[in-house]
């Protein structure tokens, strides 16, 4: 399959002070070869699609996994509909062992539906899978979460949190793209999503550019990657990617983490959307400074002009402050309601 843009660089022999202390701080993603091709998920698939199967069978604990299936004419692109009414695909729950039916009928048939079960935390779903499978870079507190399905297509969006993805069976291309690329990206529904985050509208393997013409800027930007069983991206934070699986059996565990935080970045989004953007041009620039001074600026924090206890949610992170602006937001949301 073709590829698009330039190749995300590799590492080999990773450990966890080289990700930690190297990876990590460029804030690029980064290939991870070999990463988990001592896994015995990995071995298993490796074999046969029934033994990967059985395999996860040992560790299911029953309960539904939420599955997507779509027509053959899909193409395996879970997307929205032509007319924007509704999505292309059926979304409901079932046990992984019809999961795993479907998928095996569809390895042994050829050109059937497209079937995947997507994001099933492990300790739910798979509780004795993490032990199994351990993850080498980050704590074991981690939370793997599975991603099972055949030759099947995930548009581009981005997380809001790090994440590693770990390709254990199957082949998975990544193309991926900054987060400043935005604009470019003409993206979809913010609140109206396939499955969570708000997506590109444009397909990167066959771009319309009369539609989206901007996009020719964002794809000069592209990152690529290919992904063989035991490799493993990092892909950080706002990074936007369009993962495609291209076997008729594919297992894809992920990890996400991000420093704890217990306000949402993206309601805030929505929030100053609907507090500041149809305001007039030049008030909005007005704005622009005062939310760089306050939030994005490297000393956005800094008070210190201010007595200590007379900064309120202008001193630094704790859990009083927190409150504070809690106490502010639910005042003045109150009013407005």
């Not at 779509?70 to 979304?91: H, K, L, S, T, V």
């Not at 493993?232 to 991000?258: F, K, Q």
């Not at 409150?323 to 003045?332: H, S, T, Y």
Request: glycine share 8%.
């Amino acid at each position: 399959m073709e590829t698009i843009g330039k190749p995300v660089r590799e590492w080999h022999g990773v450990t966890r002070q080289i990700f930690e202390t190297e990876v990590v701080p460029m804030g690029e993603p980064a290939v991870l070869r070999g990463l988990v091709a001592d896994w015995p998920a990995t071995i298993a698939g490796s074999r046969t699609g029934r033994e990967l199967v059985t395999y996860l069978a040992s560790h299911d604990s029953g309960a539904p996994l939420s599955t997507y299936v779509g027509a053959p004419a899909i193409a395996g692109r879970f997307f929205y509909r032509e007319d924007m009414n509704g999505f292309n695909f059926d979304r409901g729950t079932a046990p992984f062992r019809a999961v795993a039916d479907m998928l095996l009928g569809d390895l042994a048939r050829g050109a059937g539906p497209a079937i995947y079960s997507g994001a099933a935390s492990a300790v739910e779903h798979f509780p004795t899978f993490a032990a199994d499978n351990p993850m080498p870079l980050l704590e074991p507190t981690a939370t793997p979460r599975l991603w099972i399905g055949n030759a099947v297509t995930v548009s581009t969006h981005y997380d809001t949190a790090d994440n590693i993805a770990c390709v254990a069976v199957g082949h998975r291309h990544f193309t991926l793209f900054p987060p400043a690329q935005v604009a470019n990206l003409y993206v979809g529904p913010l609140e109206n999503t396939i499955s969570g985050q708000p997506v590109s509208m444009v397909d990167p393997l066959a771009p319309d550019l009369e539609r989206f013409p901007r996009y020719a800027l964002a794809a000069e930007t592209a990152r690529s990657a290919v992904l063989a069983p035991g490799d493993a991206i990092y892909v950080p934070t706002m990074w936007w990617h369009h993962v495609r699986s291209t076997e008729r059996l594919n297992l894809l565990v992920n990890y996400w983490w991000s420093p704890p935080n217990d306000a949402s970045a993206f309601e805030a989004l929505i929030y100053a959307m609907l507090a500041v953007r149809n305001r007039p041009a030049v008030e909005r620039q007005n704005w622009r400074a005062f939310f760089d001074h306050y939030v994005f600026d490297a000393d956005a924090a800094d008070a210190e002009h201010l007595p200590e206890h007379a900064r309120g949610i202008l001193g630094p992170s704790s859990p009083e402050r927190t409150a504070l602006m809690r106490e502010f937001l639910q005042r003045g949301l109150g009013r407005r309601s």
